[in-house]
């Protein structure tokens, strides 16, 4: 029973081991808040609506997150677009002219 017991650890620590691998990359969760920081930055205005994750780059697993941003002092709303990398950075790309 001995030898089954370690047996039973050690695929239990490689398991963790694993899990931890594919965790790696940034979840959806955290790119939406990271691209909402990153567009409020830019625009110097606040989300008015959740951010949406569009869709994932397959080569370089980067994620295109849509932000939603109103600026007060002009009245406007803007959507902005950010890729966010694997270790949560995102990089805005575009935005929309301003609608009110």
Do not use: W
């Not at 089954?4 to 790119?31: M, N, P, Y």
């Not at 109103?70 to 950075?89: I, M």
């Amino acid at each position: 029973m001995d030898i089954f017991k370690i047996k039973c650890t050690l695929l239990t620590l490689l398991g963790f081991f694993l899990s931890s691998l594919t965790f790696a990359e940034c979840s959806d969760f955290d790119a939406k808040i990271e691209a909402n920081k990153s567009a409020q930055k830019y625009l110097g205005g606040k989300t008015f609506k959740n951010a949406r994750v569009l869709k994932k780059h397959l080569p370089s697993k980067r994620k295109e997150v849509a932000s939603y941003v109103y600026v007060k002092a002009d009245d406007l709303y803007y959507t902005v677009y950010s890729l966010v990398n694997a270790k949560c950075e995102p990089k805005i790309i575009k935005r929309t002219n301003g609608k009110h």
